[in-house]
């Protein structure tokens, strides 16, 4: 059987995280046609080291997990270098928003400036492994495939471009200025072949690289339909109310923006019983309201954020930055209403093709669609035919394995 190796900067089903969520999806249903390996650090959460995973081999569903230890090359001195190589990317993101990045880099495709600083950044980065790039080195001619994930972390900017002729990148990319590195044109114009979540996605993507990036598709991803938990267990364990809006995912100041005072505005202007149910990791910089209009679960286990999706009058999705968004597909495969940030390009096609959500443009437009979303029950309807639909034509796993498999097939 074929050996294939996904490259991840964490993994396991303990690890808390979208990337790490969607490497796992692909990992495991592969495995009926692979030898399926995942090559990533011993970190488990970011910023404690404490809880890390053990160095070594180990197996988990079907897949092999070769963790290698995180040691940056002169990572006390990386927030110095962060700084340094600031230059190159405020460079190419003017250029971008100068209109001019696409032209420069189909015309002179190899960038050079800067990119040793930015490549002492990658490699001083708390996740950096020396070792894992050495394992690549050695034995990548020992695998059919190597799937790199995430563009912004040193196992990917750094690996992708060691074996490029049989490297896949998924690069899960979204407007960030990361994303600007000169160090990235490498990796996004050498691999043998890019794997897109979204035509959003790519279209990013080809406005920084332009015609010399690497040859792309859309792949995708599907939804893991976890069993939920018992109801009625879950509401009193949480204390859910009857009727909530949902948020899915980290509670941090980024993540969330200003969800809450918004929505407390739109109590003050509507009434009514609905509520705020915030589910994810809490950062401690959040703080709690007074009122019982919203309500902070914490971490929940899959099968109960099943079940509390499932329930949800309607979720949200504040994020401007989103490469797929699992949650919101999940969301309308259950026939729940969803509401996102209309920044997101992303989201915003998802509402567009789909017929099944809607986004806002400003905080007085989220109020207004809130309301809409809660109130109109002929919409309601809609939505809950359209999502299961759109999901299935675009996202199930009987579209995405078969189109991933004939990627790697063909390296």
């Not at 940056?72 to 340094?84: D, F, S, T, V, W």
């Not at 059919?144 to 990319?173: C, D, H, R, W």
């Amino acid at each position: 059987m074929k050996r294939i190796a996904f490259i991840i900067i964490r993994y396991g089903k303990e690890v808390n995280g979208g990337a790490e969520a969607h490497c796992r999806m692909l990992a495991e249903r592969l495995t009926p046609y692979y030898d399926v390996e995942v090559l990533t650090t011993t970190m488990r959460v970011f910023d404690d080291r404490s809880q890390d995973f053990p160095e070594g081999i180990t197996i988990e569903n079907k897949v092999t997990i070769r963790r290698f230890s995180p040691r940056p090359i002169n990572g006390e001195a990386h927030r110095q270098l962060y700084k340094r190589a600031k230059r190159t990317r405020r460079i190419r993101l003017w250029l971008r928003r100068a209109g001019l990045l696409s032209l420069i880099s189909s015309l002179h495709p190899d960038w050079t400036s800067g990119i040793e600083d930015e490549r002492r950044t990658f490699e001083s980065q708390p996740g950096h492994s020396p070792q894992m790039m050495d394992y690549i080195r050695d034995h990548g001619n020992n695998y059919q495939a190597l799937l790199f994930m995430n563009y912004y972390f040193s196992q990917t900017v750094l690996g992708a471009t060691i074996a490029p002729e049989k490297s896949i990148l998924i690069p899960l990319a979204h407007p960030n200025h990361s994303l600007y590195y000169g160090i990235s044109v490498g990796m996004f114009t050498r691999v043998a072949h890019i794997a897109f979540n979204t035509p959003a996605e790519e279209r990013l993507c080809r406005r920084i690289f332009g015609r010399a990036m690497a040859p792309g598709s859309i792949v995708g991803c599907g939804i893991e339909q976890v069993e939920p938990a018992d109801w009625e267990r879950v509401r009193q364990r949480y204390a859910l109310p009857e009727r909530y809006i949902l948020y899915l995912g980290r509670v941090t100041r980024q993540k969330i923006g200003r969800i809450i005072p918004e929505f407390l505005k739109y109590k003050r202007k509507y009434g009514g019983d609905v509520k705020l149910v915030l589910v994810g990791g809490i950062d401690p910089e959040i703080e709690r309201p007074d009122s019982g209009e919203v309500i902070l679960t914490g971490f929940v286990d899959d099968a109960e954020k099943s079940a509390i999706i499932r329930h949800a009058a309607l979720l949200i999705n504040p994020s401007a930055q989103e490469s797929l968004s699992l949650l919101m597909l999940e969301a309308m495969q259950n026939r729940i209403p969803v509401l996102v940030n209309g920044q997101s390009e992303v989201m915003k096609d998802h509402c567009r093709l789909s017929g099944a959500a809607l986004w806002y443009n400003n905080w007085r437009d989220f109020r207004r669609k809130l309301h809409r979303l809660l109130e109109d029950g002929v919409l309601r309807r809609q939505i809950a035919e359209r999502g299961p639909a759109y999901v299935e034509k675009y996202y199930s796993w009987e579209v995405i394995i078969p189109r991933l498999r004939a990627l790697i097939e063909s390296l």
